[in-house]
């Protein structure tokens, strides 16, 4: 007589949907956990590398210089690299009120440029102002402002993709072109130092050449 051959053990509906509602509630859990954090720290900062950004930094000083344009004798001063302080996010800032993070940095290079008519600073603002928006920066800020006393020029762009600030002054009291390069603030490695030496400066490129 033949006998039918044995079947596995087939499982049953119940364990079917006890193992999705397992999976499910370990996949909720494990979002809850994430939304947490989001809201205790805030959005994570990224990472950087201080002298990638101290490079990129002058680099662009380097291009709002030559977008300038301005004519030869109104010459610009040398700039250095500084570092910001960086604040905690989320919920956590309530526990470290105006408490700067000591793994968080922000990078500011300034420079000015000296003696420069206000006809000859519209007309730089003016270029330079084209080229940011050629390249694709959005105007943030609008900084033209005149009184009885006194009249300024400036503005500030972002770069859209890095964050990047540039940010750009003139007032009719100093004749100056103050310029201002930021960055976002990003995380750093444990081992950064802040700047204090030569690798900080920046100097126009063409006075870079004869130094």
Known sequence: MSQSPVRGAQ?????????????????????????GNVVWNGTPYPSADPDTVAQRLKARSDDLYDDFALPEK????????????????????????????????????????????????????????QRLVR???????????????????????????????????????????FISVYAPCAQVPDEFVEYDGSEADWHPKEQSARL
């Open 135 to 177: 390249k694709g920066w959005n105007l943030t800020h609008e900084g033209d402002r005149a009184g009885a006393t006194f009249r300024e020029l400036g503005f500030r762009f972002e770069d859209p993709v890095g964050g990047d600030k540039v940010d750009v002054q003139w007032n009719d009291s100093t004749t100056t072109l």
């Open 11 to 35: 499982p049953s509906g119940r364990s079917v949907l006890y193992a999705v509602t397992g999976l499910m509630m370990a996949a909720l859990l494990a979002t809850a956990v994430v939304a």
């Open 74 to 129: 109104y010459a610009a001063g040398a700039g250095r690299i500084d570092t910001g302080a960086c604040y905690y996010r989320g919920l956590r800032s309530i526990a470290h009120i105006d408490e700067a993070r000591s793994d968080v940095r922000g990078f500011a290079l300034d420079w000015s440029v000296p003696d420069v008519p206000e006809a000859t600073a519209q007309d730089a603002q003016r270029r330079l102002r």
